[in-house]
């Protein structure tokens, strides 16, 4: 139950796959971003910008998905969904919820911390110059924390899409064999 259940169903390897393009994506970003000097501080409200008013979006999107599955299933779908997958301790239906519950965790994840950096971006502390070097390390590695987690939020669409897909073939493949 709780994270420690949803981390010791979801597949690590799913994690690392739907990482990987979101990092390398990340990583070509922020070193484009210090080559050619941007205002990191600004690019930094503009991000926590798209997060804070894409997000919550991305997260009805996905919970209505969610319900909508869960709501249409019927009885022999469960049953069938249930029975421990030959060779593992999970089941189908396990599978199925964690891929969902990890999307949502990550997209609850990026949003809080967005919020969390916009309430000290909208604080506009004064900065000495001092530590002002020290803030802009602070600063890119804030920025390629947002980037990669709005990246991997938005590349994970792509985890529910192929669960919903794959939700409608096993329903239709019981029913042709039923």
């Given amino acids: 139950m709780g994270l420690k259940g949803l981390f010791s169903i979801y597949p690590k390897i799913n994690l690392l796959k ?6 390398l994506i990340d990583t070509v970003l922020i070193i484009i971003v210090v080559k050619f000097k941007t205002d990191i501080y600004n690019l930094l409200v503009f ?10 979006n991305v997260l ?7 319900a909508v599955i869960i709501s249409v299933t019927e009885t022999k779908y469960l049953k069938i969904m249930v029975k421990r997958i030959q060779g593992k ?6 599978t199925v919820n964690s891929t969902f519950a990890f999307v949502l965790l990550s997209l609850c994840i990026t949003l809080i911390l967005g919020i969390i950096i916009n309430i000290v971006v909208n604080a506009k502390l004064v900065v000495i110059d001092l530590f002002a070097n020290c ?24 985890d529910v899409i192929v669960n919903i897909f794959n939700f409608g073939q096993f329903i239709n493949e019981i029913e042709e064999n039923t």
């Fill in 18 to 23: 739907s990482a990987a393009i979101p990092f």
């Fill in 47 to 56: 991000i926590v910008g798209i997060i804070t008013s894409v997000i919550p």
């Fill in 60 to 66: 009805g999107f996905i919970l209505t998905g969610y």
């Fill in 89 to 94: 301790k999970i089941t189908l239906y396990q």
């Fill in 135 to 158: 803030f802009c390390r602070i600063n890119i590695m804030c920025l390629f924390v947002l980037i990669f987690l709005l990246l991997y939020s938005l590349f994970a669409i792509l």
